[in-house]
C-alpha cells in the first residue's frame, strides 16, 4: 500500500502536465478573447445601434449563461449544427459531401468555448476602461487634428489599459479555474488528470489536495505578478 507523500510524489509528474495544459488553455483563451474583447468594448461603445446591439447580444448571452453550457454547446452542439447545415446544402444544391466527419476534438472545443466566454467578461472590461477617461482627453486629441480613431489608439486606449490591468489579472485567475470545467469533454487538463489518478488509487483526499495546492501556486503568482505590474505602471506616472 501506497503511503500518502509516496503516491503524491508518484503522481506529481502527471498532474504538473495537465498543469501545462490549464495554463496552455488560459493563455490561449485569454489571448484571443483580448482581442474579442477589444472589439466587442469598442462595439459596445459605437455610435452605430446595429453594432452597438449585436456586441450587446454578445456580450449578454455568454456573460448570461453558465461556462459549463457553453462547453457543451459548442462541444456537443456545433457538430450537430454543422451536420445539419451539411445536410441542407447537399439536398439543395446538390453539392457532394463538404466533410465526412462533423465531430469536434476537446482541444478545438477547450478553446472555441473559453475564448468566447473570456471574450465577452474582457469587452465589458474594456468598456468601463475606455469610460473612465476623462471625456476632455478625446476632445483634446480631436483639437489637435486627430481623427476618432487616432485619438482612441494614440490617446484613450494606452490610459485605459493602465487602468484594466487589475480586472484582467482577475479575469485571467478566473478562467484558470474555470478550466476545470473541460474535464467534463474529456480535454486533460490538471482536474481531469487528477481524476484519472483517483480511478487508479481510489485516494482522492490526497489527490484533490494536490490539484488544490496547484492551482493555489498559480493563482498566487499570477496575483503578485498582476501587483507587480501595476505598481510598476504607477510608478512610471508619478515620476512624470
Request: aromatic content about 12%.
Amino acid at each position: 500500500m501506497e503511503l500518502p507523500l509516496e503516491l503524491i510524489w508518484n503522481s506529481l509528474p502527471i498532474i504538473l502536465e495537465g498543469a501545462l495544459h490549464t495554463l496552455e488553455i488560459t493563455l490561449i483563451a485569454i489571448s484571443l478573447g483580448f482581442i474579442l474583447g477589444l472589439f466587442a468594448g469598442l462595439a459596445r461603445l459605437s455610435k452605430k445601434r446595429v453594432v452597438r446591439l449585436l456586441a450587446t447580444c454578445y456580450v449578454d448571452f455568454f456573460r448570461g449563461t453558465p461556462l459549463l453550457v457553453q462547453i457543451f454547446m459548442v462541444y456537443f452542439g456545433l457538430p450537430q449544427l454543422l451536420g445539419s447545415f451539411q445536410n441542407f446544402m447537399m439536398d439543395t444544391f446538390h453539392i457532394a459531401q463538404i466533410w465526412e466527419s462533423t465531430h469536434i476534438n476537446p482541444f478545438p472545443a477547450a478553446i472555441i468555448s473559453t475564448s468566447l466566454n473570456s471574450g465577452a467578461y474582457i469587452a465589458e472590461i474594456f468598456r468601463a476602461g475606455v469610460q473612465s477617461i476623462e471625456r476632455g482627453q478625446m476632445e483634446a486629441a480631436r483639437s489637435l487634428g486627430m481623427t476618432h480613431i487616432q485619438a482612441m489608439r494614440f490617446v484613450i486606449l494606452p490610459q485605459a489599459f493602465k487602468r484594466i490591468i487589475p480586472p484582467l489579472g482577475n479575469e485571467f485567475i478566473a478562467m484558470l479555474k474555470d478550466t476545470s470545467l473541460l474535464s467534463v469533454i474529456g480535454f486533460e487538463e490538471m482536474a481531469r488528470r487528477g481524476q484519472l489518478i483517483i480511478a487508479q488509487t481510489y485516494k482522492p483526499f490526497h489527490i484533490w489536495l494536490t490539484v488544490a495546492f496547484i492551482y493555489l501556486i498559480m493563482t498566487f503568482a499570477i496575483s503578485r505578478l498582476v501587483d507587480y505590474m501595476e505598481r510598476r505602471l504607477k510608478a512610471g506616472d508619478d515620476r512624470r
